[in-house]
Antibody
């Protein structure tokens, strides 16, 4: 079955950077759009970004403001999110998701990112 | 950005009763509306897509309807595992956006 496993979360200082990874299995990763979605305490879910099948088309939520970059390695069945210039407002659980026509059909278990000094 | 507003914020329902949840969009999202269930401590799970199509494995007690700006999710007879938070999400206009969620709690 579809499995998505995030890693790379943790504690980072304001202004710092972090790279999240998501390892996929149980489906054809190279044929799938993929996304990152986050859930901050007390805030609604936010769709951070998506990438198409080969990674040459991506989209970002307005709040990203050029700070995050999504990428993928189809040979490794892996999705990545490079996050720079982090602030306390980026504290959240970050989910990797398989995207089917704009909906998140499968989710990982999430990776907690805490931005604090 | 399409803003989704869900109502009510919290719904208190007895097991076996019907629950009706609403989602209103600030602009038309056509039929591109999905619903998710999030149980405590778990990731969200896709329940419904394209307004009314149940995802694989979703029980028939979950049904949904609507169009354009007004959408409804109905749970016909609440089971213990249905007490959770439910989110609507539009995928008509990027960026995809979610509602703030409706918590369905035991009365």
């Amino acid at each position: 079955q579809v499995q998505l496993v995030e890693s790379g979360g943790g504690l980072v200082k304001p202004g710092g950077s972090l790279r999240l990874s998501c390892e996929a299995s149980g489906f054809s990763f190279s044929d799938s759009y993929m996304s990152w979605i986050r859930q901050a305490p007390g805030r609604r879910l936010e769709w951070i970004s998506y990438t198409n099948k080969n990674g040459d088309s991506t989209g970002y939520g307005d709040f990203v403001k050029g700070r995050f970059t999504v990428s993928r390695d189809n040979a490794k069945n892996s999705l990545y999110l490079q996050m720079n210039s982090l602030t306390a407002e980026d504290t959240a659980v970050y989910y990797c998701a398989k995207e089917d026509w704009g909906r998140a059909s499968h989710w990982g278990q999430g990776a907690l990112v805490t931005v604090s000094s | 950005e399409r803003v989704l507003t869900q109502s009510p914020d919290t719904l208190s329902v007895s097991p076996g009763e019907r629950a009706t949840l609403s989602c209103r969009a600030s602009q038309s999202v056509g039929s591109n509306l999905a619903w998710y269930q999030q149980r405590r401590g778990q990731a969200p799970r896709l329940l419904i897509y394209d307004t009314s199509t149940r995802a694989t494995g979703v029980p028939v007690r979950f049904s949904a309807s609507g169009s354009e700006t007004e959408f409804t999710l109905t749970i016909s007879s609440l089971q213990s595992e249905d007490f959770a938070v439910y989110y609507c999400q539009q995928h008509n206009h990027w960026p995809w956006t979610f509602g703030q969620g409706t918590k369905v709690e035991i009365k």
